[in-house]
């Protein structure tokens, strides 16, 4: 999804809609966590940890939904050409929201004192994600030459996403950015997008094993319990004000 997603960040495309990307994005993002943090932490008094972290969770949306629906409808046009960028874009808030929401999170629920280098670090740890997928875009456009079969194009493409996320893996950070920068640099290089039409045939039953996963994990009764950080609030009371 996140590779993908890098599809819409074509240069001439930002360079039309560019600014006024970046306004909404930052704003609705922005906003958002503020909307969450001042009744979570004001008024049902969870902790800051909690709260926060709740708060930068809420900046980020889930750009597959709205692709698939653009997609399906072939929908066209200056509204679309600005939809799509700030769907990306709002993940790249979202994850240096919450990148710097867990370092403040870890740090007051362990009781140690705030450090700015715990803002700098994870920071960096993104710039550097972002510059190492462009390096990735770049392989990316060396490996898938015209000349390859369709099938091969999928197994290079793949093999590389991989590579990159294990890349990542062993340095405990999250490859979504990188993965976002690999697919902008290599779209603005190539122009081609049928890369990315083979991959969104291939990911479906990816997904749907996530997904199904992800329920396995769904704890029905914690919904009604109650935690050290929450309180006495039940967390389905903070999750429908969350929602």
């Given amino acids: 999804i996140a590779f993908s997603a890098g599809e819409f960040f074509k240069v001439d495309a930002l360079k039309k809609n560019g600014r006024k990307v970046v306004v909404i994005t930052v704003l609705e993002a922005c906003l958002a966590s503020v909307a969450v943090f001042i009744p979570t932490y004001f008024l049902l008094h969870l ?37 799509l960028p700030i769907v ?18 870890s740090a007051s629920a362990g009781g140690e004192a705030f ?36 099938d091969n194009r999928l197994i290079m493409a793949v093999a590389t996403l991989f590579s990159f996320c294990g890349i990542c893996a062993l340095f ?17 290089l190539m122009d081609d997008d049928k890369i990315f039409k083979q991959l969104n045939y291939f990911s479906p039953p990816i997904l749907l094993l996530f997904f199904v996963r992800s329920g396995m994990s769904f704890q029905l009764d914690a919904l009604f319990g109650t935690s050290e950080l929450i309180g006495a609030v039940p967390l389905v009371t903070v999750g429908v004000i969350y929602f």
């Fill in 47 to 83: 902790s800051l940890s909690f709260s926060i972290v709740l708060a930068a969770l809420a900046s980020a949306t889930a750009p597959a939904s709205t692709m698939m629906t653009i997609r399906q409808t072939g929908a066209r046009g200056d509204f679309v050409d600005t939809l």
């Fill in 88 to 105: 990306a874009l709002d993940d790249v808030v979202g994850l240096i929201e919450y990148s710097i929401a867990i370092s403040v999170a």
């Fill in 115 to 150: 450090r700015i280098g715990s803002i700098v670090k994870p920071l960096l740890l993104n710039l550097g994600v972002l510059i190492l997928g462009g390096l990735f875009g770049v392989l990316l456009k060396t490996l898938l030459s015209k000349k390859h079969s369709t």
């Fill in 172 to 188: 405990g950070v999250s490859p979504l950015l990188g993965c976002m920068s690999m697919g902008a640099v290599y779209v603005n």
